[in-house]
């Protein structure tokens, strides 16, 4: 739970999978979380076998509000695999923590997913007509269950025929007694990397969780690959083959850390390329390029350099906000981004600014923003987005409203500068997004923005729709599986 969000696209779950006997996985685990931290907020959960036996916890909130030294110390084994999720309003539920854990004829079963799988409905009920019995109302327990009646045929084929029936978008990590199994889905929309640690071998969500645990990239699992670590080393496989790459364009322009590696380039430099298009793109006549913390860092750095306008911070965050949980009452509720950001009033009085952030969903923050800056006196305010406009809401494991909330559904880009208050708004174009990170349009799902989906979504379901009543009651903190 994050008491005080900005208006941005959320992204769902961040994975991470370690295959490491002599190493204390789950304080391995813990760390590499730590690294996806911004993934997800709302609940955290790891998972070590021994071999034979499986032990998990999983709690509500950050990863360092679930765990504690004791609690990690009691998860011994050689290999782990952990998540922290975001969820969407209302199923945000210690049941629907991950890992998903459930048992199979080879032992317990630790699944970690990130990503929406879009025929979630069809395979619940087919399962629940079979006898399966859910215990979470996410999607992410289809996929545990899939695996699990499978596994008797051994671990390729129950990947391969678990691919098979799942479709949409996922990453997934899942445990099994005596190895750590990942997959990415054929279109590839959402991350997956390989890393190698001391004694072992990693996955996560981004390559940013390898380097603080002493770990090194290996590489990114290709779309439709599964890869398995295990005591013979680390074994690649195409299970399905892939087409098409249609990885989603937002890891780069905000979900992903800065450091992280995707298509062969880091995060980081992708938005600074993205600032100086946006210069090429939208120039303006202005004092200073100033960021929103701390996204809108790199771009902004990109959008001076090009533009010769110098760089200059306009405003400090709030480091520590997002980590209490005690709400604040309604009027400071109201002050909106004033509880995150704190403008600095002698570097923004009087002065033109090139005001640089990623993205615009309902335009509320942008507005807030927009006053921010003119009330510390501010003389103009120039707002440039490196997303292209947000036409479209996401199927494919991202939280960004319905289309009826999208600011540039609605309105006109004319309109909504008109109503945030800007002097005026420049968003960089599809083509300037792709150009920057560095691939061929084609390699990206574009569909927030020009609604072209890659995979097929019927109309009638909303992305809420995925997310069913729960069914049982709260799942114990630790409990042990033969
Ligand atoms: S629709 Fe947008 S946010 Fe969703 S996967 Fe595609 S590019 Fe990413």
Request: aromatic content about 6%; hydrophobic content about 40%; glycine content about 8%.
């Amino acid at each position: 739970m994050e008491p005080l969000e900005l208006d941005r696209p959320k992204e769902e779950c961040g994975i991470f999978g370690v295959f490491a006997p002599k190493t204390e996985v789950a304080k391995l685990t813990f760390f590499g979380l730590f690294a996806l931290q911004h993934r997800g907020q709302e609940s955290a959960g790891i998972a070590v076998s021994d071999g034979s036996t499986l032990r998990f916890h999983k709690g509500m909130g950050l990863v360092s509000q679930v765990f504690t030294e004791q609690m990690l110390s009691e998860l011994q084994g050689d290999l782990a695999v952990g998540h922290t999720r975001y969820s969407t309003t209302g199923v945000s539920e210690i049941k629907n923590a991950q890992p998903i854990v459930c048992q199979s004829i080879v032992g317990g079963v630790a699944v970690a997913h990130n990503g929406n799988l879009i025929n979630t409905a069809e395979l619940r009920t087919k399962l629940a007509a079979e006898g399966v019995v859910f215990t979470s109302s996410n999607d992410s327990e289809i996929i545990a269950h899939l695996l699990s009646r499978h596994l008797a045929l051994g671990v390729d084929e129950a990947v391969r025929l678990t691919m098979e029936q799942i479709k949409g978008a996922y990453s997934v990590a899942v445990l099994l007694p005596d190895k750590v199994v990942a997959f990415r889905d054929p279109l590839g929309v959402r991350p997956l990397a390989v890393g190698r640690v001391r004694d072992g071998w990693m996955v996560a969500s981004e390559t940013c969780a390898f380097a603080p645990v002493g770990g090194k990239v290996d590489r990114e699992l290709c779309p439709g690959e599964m890869v398995v670590l295990d005591a013979t080393g680390m074994r690649f496989r195409q299970v399905v083959p892939s087409g098409a790459e249609k990885m989603c364009l937002f890891e780069f322009i905000y979900f992903a850390r800065p450091d992280s590696r995707m298509y062969g380039t880091t995060i980081y430099s992708a938005r600074e390329r993205m600032g100086q298009q946006l210069a090429i793109e939208h120039p303006v006549e202005a004092d200073i390029v100033v960021p929103v913390p701390d996204s809108g860092i790199p771009a902004a750095l990109g959008y001076s350099r090009h533009s010769g306008i110098p760089f200059k911070e306009g405003m400090t965050k709030s480091r520590y906000i997002h980590r209490t949980f005690i709400q604040p009452d309604q009027k400071m509720r109201e002050m909106g981004v004033r509880m995150k950001l704190a403008p600095l009033e002698d570097h923004i009085r009087g002065r033109r600014i090139v005001l640089v952030d990623d993205s615009i969903v309902r335009a509320t923050t942008t507005k807030q923003l927009v006053r921010l800056l003119f009330e510390a006196g501010a003389a103009e305010v120039h707002v440039r987005i490196t997303a292209p406009p947000i036409t479209n809401p996401c199927f494919y494991g991202i939280d960004m409203a319905g289309k009826g909330e999208l600011a540039a559904a609605q309105m006109s880009i004319e309109e909504i500068c008109k109503s945030v208050g800007a002097t005026s708004l420049g968003y960089l174009s599809i083509e300037g997004a792709v150009h920057a990170v560095g691939r061929e349009e084609s390699a990206f799902c574009l569909a927030c923005f020009n609604g072209n989906y890659p995979l097929p979504v019927p109309e009638d379901i909303s992305k809420h729709a995925f997310e069913t009543p729960p069914d049982v009651g709260a799942m114990a903190a630790i409990q042990t599986r033969d």
